[in-house]
Every structure is written in structure tokens, then in C-alpha cells.
């Protein structure tokens, strides 16, 4: 029941944070409670045939277990601080740059070996990209795929599970402060630890806030950024994906100014459904080995929005949209391009008489009555931008699933080393602390709060 250090979730904040202080601090006793299922437990019951669509489980297994919202991911660990979160800020871009890298080493020693890093530096797209009034952002990245990334997670827990005690199927209630450390209330047991390590990603966005206001830690709003996943044959956007496999770009657009950017490039990938609080949205990967890769290539393309007066609440805003697309269509809406132009909805004979498949089953609709008209025409101007460097990204076929929103939690105050400046000794690392949006950021700040507590 009492432990040195209590990690709560087992994303890839929480697996790194253990990672590490097993690795620098072995004799520290370490705990790991996670809401979700073990690895090998996890699984979606979505199967295409019985069932077709999101259920709405208890605990969603694409979300939480171990591993985090990361394990059925694409894998993509891009090492950048153009974006994916701004550990940066608080900890220097050299030193954020050097933790990624670091991450990189453990996944390539756990059975990332071989998997391919992709570089923007010295590309000629950033030409052709300017040419077109588009930006494409510098980074690296390191694609495992779905498949490669689930190996790299089992060989890292079977290490951890004789070091670590994980308590999974239990999700923490509430954080206290004690006197000692810190007391971890769960429904069955009460547990303490003498340093504390949050790390409960997007899908602890509502808990994180709840332990912000019981405890009186100060948190600012966040950004939400919303859109639509784009579906199309993978040969339009193959010269950029064989190059650079995920191609950031930006736009900033004529009519309001705001800006677009693609998200998330799935080359021969899939689009996936995504529970977040109960709400279903859009997402997307793709698996390293060829037989699993599909036709297709899928990307988002988001429009970034932040409010901050009278109204704060960017993540209500996202989320109110979200639940919209869920009523009209029961889950995630799929229109045609050419269907949006034409202000038509999509049917199924539509969708079913398309030059390309979809790899998701989602409802024929219009987006048009779920978006607002400022985000929609930013969509639909940054495709014909995109048309100009990738030729067929604005044809009639081109499938667009929504609402694909991405929920940044409230950015919680931690001082440099991403400890509460309020409470000594309980760190707010990944997703959950707002700083972070990705998994190369989510690991390097759980690696970083494991070598403060180990130095201490
Ligand atoms: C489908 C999908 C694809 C993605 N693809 C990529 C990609 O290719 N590249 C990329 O960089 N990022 C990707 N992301 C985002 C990436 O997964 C996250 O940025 C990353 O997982 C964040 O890590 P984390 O540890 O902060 O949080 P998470 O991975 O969200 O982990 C948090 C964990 O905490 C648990 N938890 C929450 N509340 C509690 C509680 N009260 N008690 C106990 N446990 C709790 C959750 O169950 C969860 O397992 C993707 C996300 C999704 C959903």
C-alpha cells in the first residue's frame, strides 16, 4: 500500500516515467494504477460484421489500458518541437530535442528495430509547398505502425511487470496531499506514495480537472482544434508519404485568416473511430507490415480554435460539435467531396458508387449542417491548396469523416521540472497537463520527471 512513487495511467508518460526510474533508481518502490485493461486485454469490439460501430464501453480499449491513447496508434514518434506540444517552454528546445531522442533509442532497443526515420531536412517539398502557400513544419519522425509499436510496448511491460506493481481496472478517484507524500484513493483501497506522477492523457481530461479544483492547482483554457479526416487513393499524396511518410502543413487561409493544418497522415492506413468521454470521433493509423495496409491514405485537416472571454471553454466548444455529428448521424458522418460543393448530403449508393472504398463504416451525411460555415470553408479552401501540390485531393471522390476534434486538456501550472508549483513532489506530465499532444512529448516528460525524482 505505500510506495516511494505512484504513477497514475499507464500512457506512454507513465510507462517512461517508470522506464526510467526503474532504470536509474531500481531500489524505488513504484506504483502504476491504470482505469484501462492490461495489453493483451485490450481490444475494441468493433469487428465490421456483428459489430459496426462504436458501443460505448466502459472503459474504451482504444483509449486507456496500457499503453495509453498510443497503443493502437500509428506509432508515429515525430522528434520536433514545431509541434505535438510545447515541453519546450518549460524545459529548452536542446533538451526536449535530446529526450525524444532518447525515447527513439529505448523503442529501436524493444523492438523498433529497423523501422524506418523519416527527415524533412533538405526535402524539395518545402519549395513546392511555399510555392503554393503552404508550410510544410520541419521534423523527424520515427513510423513503428500499429503493429510494430504494439510489439515495442509488450517487450517494455514484460520488462516492467517484475519491477513495477501495475494495478490495472483501477482507476484513481482522487489525489490528497498528505504530510509524507500523497494519498491515491481508489474505489476499493487507499494507497500512498511519497512522490506522485500524473499522467492521465486526453481520456483524463475531466478527472484532471476535477483534481485541479479539489486540490487548488491553477490551470488556463486550452486550444481545440476541429475538423475532418480526409480519405483518398493513396497514390495522390504518394510522392510526399514515400518521402517524408508524414507531411505537416499549414495554411493560413484568404477569407479569415485562420489556419489550417494537416494532422496525422496515415499513408495505406485506416480511419478508426474514437470514444473520448462517451463522444465519438474520427481518427486514423496505419500498420508497418504491407499486408495489413489498405488502398487509402487518410490525414486530418483541423482548424484550430481558442477562446478565452466571456467564454473558456474551447474543449465544451469542440466537444457540443462533436455531439452533434454523433446525433445526425449515430457516430461519425462520411461525405463525399464532391457532395459538399454541390450542397448535397452523401447517401450510401454515393458512397458505394465512389472510385474508392471507405475503411470506415460511417453514416452518409452532411457536414455542412454539423460544422460552422468559418471552419468548413477553411477546409475546403486549404483542399483545393492542397490540390495544387498533391493533383486529386479536391476530385468528387475524396471522402471526408467528421468530426475529427482534438481535445487539449486545461494546461495545468507546474514549474520547469512539470512539478505543481503549489505541491511539492507530484508532477503533471503528458497529455493530462496540457502540455503535451503527442507520444514522443508524452514520453520524454515522463523520462524527464523520473530523472528529477531519481536525482532527488
Ligand atoms: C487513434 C489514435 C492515434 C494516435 N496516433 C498518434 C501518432 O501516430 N503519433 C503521436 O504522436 N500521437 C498519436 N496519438 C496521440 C497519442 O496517443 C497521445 O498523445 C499519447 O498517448 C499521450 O500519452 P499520455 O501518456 O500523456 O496519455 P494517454 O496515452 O492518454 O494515457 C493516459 C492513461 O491514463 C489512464 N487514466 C486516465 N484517467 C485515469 C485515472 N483517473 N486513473 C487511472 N488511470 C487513468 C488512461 O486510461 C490512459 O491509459 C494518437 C491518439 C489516438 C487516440
Sequence with gaps: MNYDVIIIGAGPGGIFSAYELTKLSPELKVAVFEAGHSLEKRRCPIDGEKIKSCIGCKTCSIMSGFGGAGAFSDGKYNITNDFG?????????????????????????????????????????????????????????????????????????????????????????????????????????????????????????????????????????????????????????????????????????????????????????????????????????????PAKQTENTNFALLVAKHFSEPFKDSNGYGESIARLSNMLGGGVIVQRFGDLIRGRRSTQDRIDGAFITPTLNATPGDLSLVLPKRILDGIVEMIYALDKVAPGTANDDTLLYGVEVKFYNMEVEVNENLMSKKYDGLYIIGDGSGITHSLSHASASGVLVAREIAKN
Design 85 to 289: 506540444g510545447t515541453l519546450y517552454e518549460y524545459i529548452g528546445k536542446k533538451q526536449a530535442l535530446d529526450l525524444m531522442r532518447y525515447v527513439d533509442e529505448i523503442n529501436m532497443a524493444y523492438g523498433g528495430e529497423g523501422t524506418k526515420l523519416y527527415s524533412t531536412a533538405g526535402t524539395k517539398f518545402k519549395k513546392l509547398c511555399i510555392q503554393n502557400d503552404l508550410h510544410l513544419l520541419d521534423a523527424s519522425v520515427r513510423h513503428l505502425g500499429t503493429d510494430i509499436n504494439y510489439i515495442v510496448l509488450e517487450n517494455i511491460y514484460k520488462y516492467l511487470e517484475t519491477r513495477v506493481d501495475f494495478f490495472f481496472n483501477t482507476p484513481v478517484e482522487s489525489v490528497e496531499a498528505t504530510e509524507n507524500g500523497y494519498k491515491v484513493i481508489t474505489a476499493k483501497e487507499v494507497y500512498t506514495g511519497k512522490k506522485c506522477i500524473v499522467s492521465v492523457g486526453r481520456s483524463g481530461s475531466k478527472w484532471m480537472e476535477k483534481v485541479c479544483k479539489e486540490m487548488g492547482i491553477p490551470t488556463k483554457s486550452n486550444r481545440v482544434d476541429i475538423g475532418v479526416r480526409v480519405e483518398l487513393p493513396a497514390e495522390v499524396f504518394s510522392h510526399l508519404t514515400d518521402e517524408l511518410y508524414e507531411s505537416k502543413i499549414v495554411y493560413r487561409t484568404k477569407e479569415y485568416g485562420d489556419l489550417v493544418r494537416t494532422f496525422c497522415m496515415n499513408p495505406k492506413g485506416a480511419v478508426v473511430n474514437e470514444n473520448t468521454n462517451g463522444i465519438i470521433t474520427v481518427n486514423g493509423h496505419s500498420y508497418e507490415d
